[in-house]
């Protein structure tokens, strides 16, 4: 079984570049999220999804667009790269968004470093 | 709004040790809980979960017991093994948002 899948597992940009992080679940889940970790912080929603076609923002979305095409593709887009951004992003999945005690299945990361 | 509070890391214990992870939270409603482990270099996965208030969740000798009185979800093994050593994370969902703690780094040394 697949899962989550996410790419890259790491990318480096410089200021001002723009770039996809791609992610992908086979698991025919209706909710998907993007989260960054950062040290000392935990995990923190950028955007998220409940469904396809429809997408909101979470806690931290400034700099970052998503798109939601299809039930099984969710990718996040960074316009403009800065060093704030640089962090760890993880795609997650879920087949209920709402359900007490729904379990959220996790990608590998990106490790995008921006310089 | 919700939010959750783990205990400051590091911890570093010996093998065989008992562990406890402080875990509190605030949050209107009935939360469902969470503690979620990642392994270096690997995304978080589920370690267990509690529904409602006095639900105990547990998974590979870990436990936790939901404690609406107190607020807490604190995290326990009775034995530790090097294996263990990971980031773990407590989380809370209400409605359709996870939030999630800032993660505590366990290392378990032989």
């Known amino acids: 079984n697949a899962g989550v899948t996410q790419t890259p597992k790491f990318q480096v940009l410089k200021t001002g570049q723009s770039m996809t992080l791609q992610c992908a679940q086979d698991m025919n889940h209706e909710y998907m999220s993007w989260y960054r970790q950062d040290p000392g912080m935990g995990l923190r929603l950028i955007h998220y999804?409940?469904?396809?076609?429809?997408?909101d923002q979470g806690e931290v979305p400034n700099g970052y667009n998503v798109s939601r095409s299809t039930t099984e593709d969710f990718p996040l887009r960074l316009l403009s790269a800065a060093p704030s951004q640089t962090s760890v992003y993880f795609c997650?999945?879920?087949?209920?968004?709402?359900?007490?005690?729904?379990?959220?299945?996790f990608g590998q990361g990106t490790r995008l470093t921006v310089v | 709004g919700n939010s959750v509070t783990q205990m400051e890391g590091p911890v570093t214990l010996s093998e065989e040790a008992f562990l406890t992870i402080n875990c509190t939270y605030t949050?209107?409603?009935?939360?469902?809980l969470f503690w979620y482990v990642q392994y270096p270099g690997e995304g978080l996965q589920l370690l267990l979960k509690?529904?409602?208030?006095?639900d105990k969740g547990s998974n590979k000798g870990f436990e936790a017991t939901y404690r609406k009185e107190t607020t807490s979800f604190h995290l326990e093994k009775g034995s530790v093994q090097v294996s263990d050593s990971a980031v773990y994370f407590c989380?809370?969902?209400?409605?359709?948002?996870?939030?999630f703690g800032e993660g505590t780094q366990l290392t378990v040394n032989p």
């Open positions: 949050a209107t409603g009935y939360p469902s």
């Open positions: 999804s409940v469904g396809a076609g429809i997408t």
């Open positions: 989380a809370l969902r209400s409605g359709s948002r996870l939030t």
């Open positions: 509690a529904t409602k208030a006095d």
């Open positions: 997650a999945s879920s087949y209920s968004g709402s359900e007490s005690g729904t379990e959220a299945f």
